[in-house]
């Protein structure tokens, strides 16, 4: 079995550039993918030690030896885990990595070395040593193996419409923004080959920058999901990088859990015109530019910080109320400022509580009494 060793082809500009263009068919084309899964670092290692202990029964006055160990999570590879929690496992820090998460969607096959066993998962299915996962001891109405994330997404990439596929992107980026990243500026290429799969078909039509034309006016109501199990104490969660890989409307601009709301509401946004040029040659990776130019109805608004983590947005013209989710936190303005800034807001949609989703763009002179 050849053996290649990814990280050695990067010592260029240009060899990197090339390497994030052909990753996709690396993987995707490997007969098996070996993912050192509990390591914490690219020095650990594929093994360690597990944790398990020999404790002692009396049996007819006999001391008999048992093995014994602390009962082993499967949650992630039964469930179409929500955003949080592959990432939140510390005991499976390679889940964390944004590079880790598209190698594993894209390898046929994978073999995961984590602390407690051996993990199998391919495109179809998944085992592990202890027996849970991939038999019939349990019964696939109880844990079905079709909600395993990696699987899914194979099975909507092979046999999904358009509307399938998008569904499934939305997931993908939730999953995808909470991992972290090295270097912010390989948010594009990290899911670039994701991307192009996709887009198999030319399905989803013409991507920029971690968004489907298509899709994009409604998709350009994400927030950042400061309240997720591993942020919400986090004084600094969302931070946006300068320079960032993506434009401040696309929901790759942050880094941090997002939410996309797993749903794409009718916006009232007209989008006029788009200025998108790469930065090389492939289409799913880093752009020149990136310019909308959009079209709807907007409204002055102040903005009151209430406390930690908490905006409320008032209306200039009304003396309605509404909770305001900022893209960064702490929130890129100083709280003190706010006391004298004005805002224009663009009206997106109607929510089901009949209030207006609105984006805040801009400051605007003062004009609220």
């Known amino acids: ?5 990814l990280r050695e082809l ?19 084309n490997a007969h098996v993918v070996i993912g050192a899964t509990h390591a914490p670092n690219d020095s650990a290692g594929i093994y360690t030690d597990r944790k398990n202990k020999v404790a002692y029964l009396e049996n007819r006055g006999k001391r008999v030896p048992i093995l014994v160990r602390e009962k082993i999570r499967h949650d992630v590879w039964q469930n179409d885990e929500p955003s949080w929690q592959a990432w939140n496992d510390q005991s499976m820090p390679l889940f964390g990595r944004a590079w880790a998460f598209q190698e594993r969607l894209l390898a046929r096959r994978i073999i995961h070395y984590t602390q407690e066993e051996i993990v199998w998962e391919c495109r179809s299915d998944s085992w592990c040593e202890c027996g849970r996962l991939g038999t019939d001891r349990y019964p696939r109405e109880r844990f079905p193996q079709s909600n395993n994330f990696k699987t899914r997404y194979a099975q909507v990439i092979k046999y999904g419409s358009d509307m399938d ?13 909470a991992r972290g990243i090295t270097h912010p500026k390989d948010r594009l290429p990290a899911l670039s080959a994701i991307a192009e799969q996709v887009n198999r078909d030319d399905l989803m039509g013409l991507y920029v920058a971690g968004m489907w034309v298509d899709w994009l006016v409604g998709s350009l109501l994400w927030r950042a999901d400061a309240k ?21 409307w696309s929901w790759l601009s942050v880094e941090g859990p997002i939410s996309t709301w797993g749903r794409i509401p009718q916006s009232d946004i007209k989008l006029v015109n788009i200025e998108y040029t790469l930065a090389g040659e492939n289409e799913y990776g880093p752009y020149n530019t990136a310019k909308l130019e959009i079209e ?9 910080a ?8 008032r209306s200039c013209q009304s003396p309605e109320k509404a909770h305001f989710l900022p893209d960064t936190n702490p929130f890129e303005i100083n709280p003190n400022k706010l006391i004298e800034t004005e805002f224009y807001a663009l009206k997106h949609s109607r929510s089901p509580s009949v209030l207006w989703n609105c984006l ?9 009494g």
């Open 1 to 5: 079995m050849q053996l290649i060793y």
């Open 10 to 28: 990067a010592d260029s500009k240009e060899e990197w550039e090339l390497a994030c263009e052909t990753m996709g068919h690396i993987y995707g």
């Open 165 to 177: 596929r998008f569904g499934l992107w939305l997931s993908v980026i939730d999953q995808y923004q």
């Open 228 to 248: 997720s199990s591993k942020v919400a104490k986090k004084d600094e969660s969302h931070k946006r990088p300068n320079p960032s890989s993506a434009p401040t």
């Open 296 to 304: 709807g109805q907007m409204i002055g608004v102040m903005i009151h």
């Open 306 to 313: 209430m406390a930690s983590q908490l905006y409320i947005v």
């Open 360 to 368: 805040i763009l801009t400051e605007r002179p003062m004009t609220c």
